[in-house]
Antibody, heavy 121, light 107 residues
Framework: QVQLVQSGAEVKKPGASVTVSCKAS????????LHWVRQAPGQRLEWMGW????????KYSQKFQGRVTITRDTSAGTGYMVLSSLRFEDTAVYYC??????????????WGQGTLVTVSS | DIQMTQSPSSLSASVGDRVSITCRAS??????LNWYQEKPGKAPKVLIY???SLQSGVPSRFNGSGSGADFTLTISSLQPEDFATYYC?????????FGQGTKVEIK
């Protein structure tokens, strides 16, 4: 079945970087865009950016521009999100999600299971 | 950025109740509006996409409607497994943005 499996929880110090991976299975990895969304405790879902898994083109939220890098390895069917210069407020669950694009709609399905990143000194 | 505002932020309801959640965008987003259900410790799951299309496997008691900037998610008869948080999301443009969520609790 179509599935995204993310890497495990991370604990990082302020100023460090974190890498979260997202391995796809059950579909043609290069045929879709892969998005990254995070949810801080008690906050709404927040979109961070995307990658066209075929071309490698990326687009980032202005909020994270300069701190986030999204890449992919087509041979491994895996996407990666690197967030640098971590702050306490970056503590959140990070999700990857495939976006489906069909006529008058675009939506996220499936989502990865989420990766908790904790920033703590 | 397009701002998405849901109401209410939370509601209490009983099994069998009809429940409606509204979502307003800060500008017209055509039909690019999706609804997700999130349960504690689980990833969000799409219920409705493109305003009114029911995702495969989602019960028919979930219904989406609206157009332009105003949208509604209706659950016709609330079931125990429906107690969760619901988010709307616009996919008209980037950045993709979400509403603040509506938590549906048991009365």
């Amino acid at each position: 079945q179509v599935q995204l499996v993310q890497s495990g929880a991370e604990v990082k110090k302020p100023g460090a970087s974190v890498t979260v991976s997202c391995k796809a299975s059950g579909y043609s990895f290069t045929g879709y865009t892969l998005h990254w969304v995070r949810q801080a405790p008690g906050q709404r879902l927040e979109w961070m950016g995307w990658i066209d898994a075929g071309s490698g083109n990326t687009k980032y939220s202005q909020k994270f521009q300069g701190r986030v890098t999204i890449t992919r390895d087509t041979s491994a069917g895996t996407g990666y999100m690197v967030l640098s210069s971590l702050r306490f407020e970056d503590t959140a669950v990070y999700y990857c999600a495939r976006e489906l694009d069909r006529g008058l709609g675009r939506w996220f399905d499936p989502w990865g299971q989420g990766t908790l990143v904790t920033v703590s000194s | 950025d397009i701002q998405m505002t849901q109401s209410p932020s939370s509601l209490s309801a009983s099994v069998g109740d009809r429940v409606s959640i509204t979502c307003r965008a800060s500008q017209s987003i055509s039909s690019y509006l999706n609804w997700y259900q999130e349960k504690p410790g689980k990833a969000p799951k799409v219920l409705i996409y493109a305003t009114s299309s029911l995702q495969s496997g989602v019960p028919s008691r979930f219904n989406g409607s609206g157009s332009g900037a105003d949208f509604t998610l209706t659950i016709s008869s609330l079931q125990p497994e429906d107690f969760a948080t619901y988010y709307c999301q616009q996919s008209y443009t980037t950045p993709r943005t979400f509403g603040q969520g509506t938590k549906v609790e048991i009365k």
